[in-house]
């Protein structure tokens, strides 16, 4: 028998405990508002982390590739007058979610899913335009964040070139997409879309946890 590489840890949900696949994790926070989750290596992670508090297991992870000072500067630091945001889907295609929180504080300022089907790539591009128009209906000036080129290339093209087809499982996030089409298409934003540097600063505070 292969070794588990993840335990899912549940700390608010319909069931709360440490569970060995994201199947079973993934029935405990489904509809669940609030679910509070992480997957962790081992066994001893997940039990110490169930043993203690979400908001200690949940902040951006501060495994940060190596770089050298003269590349750290390059980088600088976050600006932390802004959101990110992020999404995270359980197969390609397959269960998914994205949120926005506020980059310093991770306070989570939206979040919709998880949905039936959808992908990756969606949940980001989604995420960004509901970032968009979360700042432009509050009049903020507050930057963007997010860690996918490829949704920030969907959003400069007013598009989303996702390969996958339209369902009647899926037909809430192609919805959603054409919503968000709609909103890109109709509306001006000034709000800067900025890359998260995930190599010098971290998982983007908006990362569900599961890698």
Known sequence: MGKKSKFYVVWKGKKVGIFETWKDCKAQISGYK??????FSTFAEAKKAFNGNYADFSKTSSKVTKLSQEELLK????????????????????????????????KVLFK?????????????????????????????????????????????????NTKLKETAKNKDVFNLI??????????????????????AWGE???????K
């Open 112 to 160: 919709q899913g998880p949905f039936k089907q959808g992908t990756n790539n969606i949940g980001e591009f989604l995420a960004l335009v509901h970032g968009l128009a979360y700042l432009k209906e509050r009049k903020s000036d507050r930057i963007l964040y997010t860690d996918s080129r490829i949704a920030m290339g969907w959003i400069r093209k007013k598009t989303c």
């Open 204 to 210: 983007i505070p908006a990362d569900f946890g599961r």
């Open 178 to 199: 054409k919503r968000a089409i709609t909103w890109l298409k109709e509306n001006d934003y000034n709000t800067p879309v900025v890359k998260w540097e995930t190599k």
């Open 34 to 39: 609030g679910a509070q989750y992480k997957s």
């Open 75 to 106: 980088y600088g630091t976050p600006n932390y007058h802004s959101i990110s945001v992020d999404a995270a889907s359980s197969g390609n295609p397959g269960i998914m979610e994205y949120q926005g929180v506020d980059t310093k504080t991770k």
